[in-house]
């Protein structure tokens, strides 16, 4: 069965380095999302991308984060500046259409440590 | 705008017993609603979507959930508990009785079985 894949498992930085956090969604999806679940808190939308733009996105994802689809596979989460909160589990979803005959199918997730 | 309070941070049963994790929600519009399940290390599972028509849902694993607009709750059960289901269970609304709107997790329930 197709499933979501994601890189690094588990990632640790230093405060005020650039990550870069990668996906790679299911092949025939059109919509991607990144979520992230701090440690013992909900979790929460950052965003989600369509037709090579950003499509909806939450007061999370400021200027320090960008997302980008390089290529026809890959997905990825770019964090510029690293801060202490942004330390989280980062999921990332896809999604093949909108409606209610389709689901999101999430990735296993990458922990973010920032020291 | 909305929103999903799961009741009970932590779950506890034995085995064969049955299983009940709630959830209430608000949205402003028709939702959508969903249990995801996550196991140790793993991604997010859909267990389940109610999406506005039969109001009993049955999903994997022999779970089961309810919407219940008057009372405005979407609770998970199964009648019988085994040792696998021991997880973490996440109730989500969308945004609009759409799949591939953004994602509202509740803060996750977490299901503990004993022998």
């Known amino acids: 069965e197709p499933e979501v894949t994601q890189t690094p498992s588990h990632q640790v930085t230093q405060m005020g380095q650039e990550v870069i956090l990668r996906c790679v969604p299911i092949?025939?999806?059109?919509?991607f999302y990144w979520y992230r679940q701090i440690l013992g808190q909900k979790v929460e939308f950052l965003v989600s991308?369509?037709?090579?733009?950003?499509?909806?996105k939450s007061e999370i994802f400021d200027d320090q984060f960008s997302v980008e689809r390089p290529d026809g596979s890959n997905f990825t989460l770019k964090i510029r500046s690293t801060k202490l909160e942004d330390s989280a589990m980062y999921f990332c979803a896809s999604i093949r259409g909108r409606g209610n005959s389709y689901e999101q199918y999430f990735g296993p997730g990458t922990r973010l440590t920032v020291t | 705008a909305q929103s999903v309070t799961q009741l009970d941070s932590h779950v506890s049963v034995s085995e064969g017993t049955p299983v009940l994790l709630r959830c209430n929600y608000s949205?402003?519009?028709?939702?959508?609603l969903f249990w995801y399940v996550q196991h140790p290390n793993k991604g997010l599972q859909l267990l389940l979507k109610y999406t506005s028509a039969a109001t009993l849902v049955k999903g994997i694993n022999g779970f089961e959930a309810e919407f219940k607009k008057s009372e405005t709750s979407f609770h998970l059960t199964k009648p019988s508990a085994h040792m696998s289901d021991a997880a973490e269970y996440f109730c989500v609304v969308s945004a609009r009785n759409n799949a591939g709107n953004m994602l509202t997790f509740g803060g996750g329930t977490r299901l503990m079985v004993k022998p």
């Open positions: 949205s402003s519009y028709s939702p959508s």
């Open positions: 092949s025939n999806h059109l919509y």
């Open positions: 991308f369509y037709n090579n733009e950003i499509s909806e």
